[in-house]
Every structure is written in structure tokens, then in C-alpha cells.
């Protein structure tokens, strides 16, 4: 679906494509002289953060990571979303998952004060960048609250959390990596002035966007070497239970073999001592426990317990 967006009184537009359909792409192509390599690229779910450049249709092409929230059937909370700038004309493709992204065209087409399209693009590369830090904070307060857990008592439930808070700050951690990269790409683009030339106003906003970015992947680093180290915990804690578990079994088994071995002679039909006196059972019974107390003895003295 196209939304085509009014022209703003620096001539611009912009057009938002929404899951693209095949009569999409024909029109894009047909009335907007879009190739067909930059709208394979555009719609790939699966490509990278990078920024091309085709000189013979003079025609931008920008991939960048954007969060989104996870669902049952898709973990990826990272989808890339495509730009395509070409005059004066600016292409958004997103997909019902990224489409939140549209808000802040919205927002520009509203502002109306930009002097190019250039402005418009890095205004919503910016609002894209300043997203990560509503997830990071949503992350955050998940892990706060399976560490107070793992201070009362651990559960699988735990477990899984755990193992899902790991992997969505592995994706994003890789698209924060990726759009580093693309902006990176763009800052020495505009310094060696290739085939676009930025504005001081321009750089500025890259700049904004570039420190955004490097403080959002710094602050993925820490929170995932954070939960690094939880799962380190975790798992300690989980042996250590386990090694106690094991130990208390130990000591049921050492001491409670002891009876069965001393009253099973007892129980043989051949002469014992004391075995024919009517108190031979509380005989049987002293024997027994001597041997019990002796063996907690060695264990407590030896620190096994």
C-alpha cells in the first residue's frame, strides 16, 4: 500500500510504502522510475544496515535496524526498514511490524520547515536511534525483576525469561551494531562529498544521530555482559542446589544401609547372640544405631555436613 504524502513548501515528499504488494512496486516503478535491484533490496526482510548509492539513476538507498515488539511466531525484535531517496522525493518501505516507524514521518510532513530531503531522512533516523532506549529500559526492568526472583526462589519460568532476555539483546545489540555502520558509511560519504553535499545542518544531525547510536550500543553491551553474568549465576546457583541435593542423599543412603545389613542377620534362621532373649530386638535396635551415630560423627567432624 502507498501513502503519498502532501509536498511540503520545500517542494519535498515523502511516500510511504506498507507491505508491498506486486501492483506496489509496478507503480513505483512505472510512475517513480524506481529500479528494481534498490526495490529487491528495499523489501528484503533479511537485509543488512548500509547505505548505496546508484550514479546512474542518482538514486540513495539506506537500510536501517529498527526494534520492534517480539511475537510468538518471530522472535526477532530487529527488522530493517529501507529508504530510497531520489530528487526531492523520499520512499519509506516498512511492513505491519515497523510501520510505528510512520509516525515520525508523519511528524515531518506536520513540521514542514525542512530545507531538503536530507533533513527529513536524518530527522527520522534520529526519532528511529532515540527508540532503542524505550526497549532498553523495558529490558532493563526485566532483568531487575528475575535478579529479585533468583533472590527468592528460581524456577524454569526463570530460566526461559532469562534465556529470551538474552537473545532480544543479542538482536539488539547487532542492530545497533549495523546501524553504526551505516552511519558511518554516511559520515564519510559527506566528507569526501560523493555524489551529495550536506549541509552544516546536515552533519549536525549525523552527528546527533551517531552519538545516539553509540550511546544505545554501549548501553546494549552493558546490559547484555549483565546478563551474561546472571546466567553465570543461575547456573551456579542450580549446581550448587544440585550438589546439595546430592549430598543430603549421600548421607540418607550411608546411614540408612546400616539397619537392613544388622537386622538382616537377625532375620536368618541360625544361631546369633542374644538372639533367643525377648529384649533381643532392642539389642538389635542399639547395634544399629551405634554404628549411625558413629558415622554422622565422622561426617560432622570431617565437615561433610
Do not use: C
Not at 23 to 36: C, I, S
Not at 128 to 151: A, C, G, N, V
Not at 276 to 286: P, R
Request: net charge negative; no cysteine.
Amino acid at each position: 500500500m502507498l501513502r503519498v504524502g502532501p509536498v511540503t513548501k520545500a517542494n519535498n515528499q515523502i511516500i510511504a510504502v506498507v507491505d508491498e504488494t506486486a501492483a506496489d512496486r509496478q507503480q513505483l516503478m512505472q510512475k517513480y522510475h524506481l529500479t528494481a535491484e534498490f526495490l529487491r533490496y528495499a523489501t528484503d526482510p533479511l537485509e543488512r544496515a548500509r547505505v548505496e548509492y546508484n550514479p546512474f539513476t542518482s538514486t540513495w538507498l539506506i537500510v536501517y535496524n529498527v526494534p520492534v515488539d517480539a511475537n510468538e511466531t518471530d522472535k526477532r525484535v530487529i527488522k530493517p526498514i529501507s529508504f530510497i531517496l531520489k530528487g526531492n522525493q523520499l520512499f519509506v518501505f516498512v511492513t505491519a511490524q515497523t510501520s510505528h516507524i510512520l509516525s515520525a514521518v508523519d511528524a515531518v510532513n506536520q513540521a514542514d520547515e525542512t530545507r531538503g530531503m536530507w533533513d527529513s531522512l536524518l530527522a527520522i533516523l534520529y526519532d528511529i536511534s532515540t527508540t532503542y532506549f524505550d526497549y532498553i529500559q523495558k529490558m532493563t526492568e526485566s532483568r531487575l525483576k528475575i535478579e529479585e526472583h533468583l533472590h527468592q526462589r528460581s524456577s524454569s519460568q526463570h530460566i526461559f525469561e532469562l534465556a529470551d532476555l538474552s537473545t532480544a539483546l543479542t538482536y539488539f545489540l547487532t542492530g545497533a551494531n549495523g546501524n553504526l555502520v551505516a552511519i558511518g558509511q554516511l559520515r564519510l560519504i559527506a566528507k569526501r562529498g560523493e555524489n551529495v553535499n550536506l549541509s552544516p545542518q546536515n552533519i549536525a544531525q549525523l552527528e546527533d544521530i551517531e552519538v545516539e547510536a553509540h550511546q544505545a550500543q554501549e548501553m546494549l553491551e552493558l546490559n547484555s555482559d549483565i546478563v551474561d553474568k546472571l546466567s553465570n549465576t543461575f547456573n551456579n546457583l542450580l549446581n550448587n542446589n544440585l550438589n546439595q541435593v546430592m549430598k543430603l542423599l549421600t548421607i540418607y543412603s550411608v546411614v540408612l544401609m546400616i539397619p537392613p545389613i544388622i537386622f538382616g542377620f537377625y532375620g536368618m534362621n541360625m544361631w546369633l547372640p542374644l538372639a533367643d532373649k525377648q529384649w533381643s530386638w532392642v539389642f538389635s535396635v542399639i547395634i544399629s544405631a551405634a554404628p549411625i551415630v558413629w558415622v554422622m560423627y565422622r561426617l560432622k567432624r570431617d565437615h561433610f555436613i
